[in-house]
């Protein structure tokens, strides 16, 4: 008889595997336990759907400008939607200008049932960043198909790596919109118009929702991307978005008031100056090319804030007030007490009971009358 060799080759040790597990399996389903089963891609991608539409949305046809470029960014960037379909997780996918998806159909499918999914229809997405370029806009939603450093993740000098790895993993998607001919002068609105087979932007923003509790004169300057004298630092963010630039400084023969210069605009076109003076816009220039520069420093504000009653003003002392002697400090002290009520115990004298005839002793001190209600206002015994 041949000797049994030492050690199974892998061949047999796969087959010896297979066999096991296919034991394990039928004694499985022999006493009643779970049984291990694989969802297929069909199965997984089932209820998804492949239907699509494209939009008929009428576009400009003047090419965009560098302001139209910047107007994008601002009004694009950190807006909310609603996913119309599922978005694939760590994908690029190209949406033509009123056209096709791509991919779709079952590519699509495929790209969901081996990436995974940013959000299913009907949840929360938001653009994280926003790229215009000659003839694509680049959408990226929560946070992208790439992560931060993910080429520097990999370098290391020495022992060192240029990036560290902090163990955050894709959370996002891209969406590239793309214009044949050419990006038009297209607006944020028809731009959410044209993204509307994958996500919806019918919500209120938060600027929107804040501008719908203003009186109507200020939801129209805010609207009309117009900023008015008096208004707060909340209210030009509404109308106008953040500044392209700040500065800093002393107001004229004063050595602590500072005021703040929001610019907004760049030459040519028309340019923008705001000062705000602690919460308040309290000069507003306009620089447009060819024409005089139109200062602004009048309240406009229709007594919204009460800025033109002056019966509305109230000016309020720094510190604490001095209190003097007299009825008027007595009034102005704080009290739990009604009106004409005495505190009990504050200038009263405390009555003792009547001592007890038959134990000879006396509750009255020397001379009667009552215990004061302090000691300190006792009188000083006779000298000896």
């Not at 400008?65 to 009004?75: D, F």
């Not at 907004?264 to 602690?278: C, K």
């Not at 004061?372 to 006792?378: L, N, Q």
Request: proline share 9%; aromatic share 4%.
């Amino acid at each position: 008889m041949s000797p049994r060799p030492a050690r199974y080759s892998s061949v047999q040790a796969i087959a010896v595997t297979i066999l096991s597990a296919g034991a394990f399996c039928a004694w499985c389903s022999g006493h009643g336990r779970a049984q291990v089963f694989v969802v297929g891609e069909k199965s997984a991608t089932a209820d998804v759907s492949t239907d699509f539409r494209p939009t008929r949305v009428q576009l400009p046809t003047t090419p965009i400008t560098e302001r139209g470029r910047r107007e994008l960014i601002r009004n694009l960037e950190a807006e909310q939607g609603f996913a119309h379909r599922p978005l694939p997780l760590g994908e690029n996918i190209t949406l033509m200008a009123n056209g096709q998806l791509t991919p779709g159909g079952e590519l699509y499918k495929q790209m969901l049932y081996k990436k995974g999914q940013v959000a299913g229809p009907g949840e929360r997405v938001a653009i994280t960043a926003v790229q215009v370029k000659p003839d694509r806009i680049i959408l990226d939603l929560n946070g992208g198909p790439h992560l931060k450093h993910r080429f520097l993740r990999h370098i290391e000098l020495g022992d060192t790596p240029l990036a560290p790895d902090d163990g955050a993993q894709v959370s996002g998607c891209r969406v590239t919109l793309v214009f044949e001919g050419g990006l038009p002068d297209v607006s944020a609105p028809e731009v959410k118009a044209l993204l509307d087979p994958l996500i919806d932007f019918g919500v209120k923003t938060s600027v929107q929702a804040y501008a719908d509790t203003l009186p109507a004169f200020l939801k129209d300057a805010i609207a009309h991307h117009d900023v008015l004298v008096g208004m707060n630092r909340k209210m030009v963010l509404a109308a106008m978005g953040p500044p392209l630039s700040k500065t800093r400084e002393l107001e004229e023969g004063s050595d602590d008031r500072h005021y703040e210069e929001w610019i907004y605009g760049q030459v040519p076109q028309t340019v923008r100056f705001v000062r705000i003076e602690g919460d308040r816009v309290t000069q507003v220039r306009i620089a447009a090319l060819g024409q005089p520069i139109a200062v602004h420093d009048q309240d406009e504000m229709e007594g919204y804030f009460g800025n033109g009653d002056p019966a509305a003003r109230r000016e309020v002392a720094m510190g604490d007030v001095p209190i003097g002697d007299g009825e008027a400090a007595k009034a102005s002290k704080p009290t739990i007490l009604k009106p004409g009520e005495e505190a009990p115990g504050g200038e009263q004298r405390v009555k003792l009971p009547p001592a007890d005839p038959d134990s000879g002793a006396s509750n009255s001190p020397a001379g009667g009358g009552t215990v004061p209600a302090h000691p300190e206002d006792a009188p000083s015994p006779p000298p000896r």
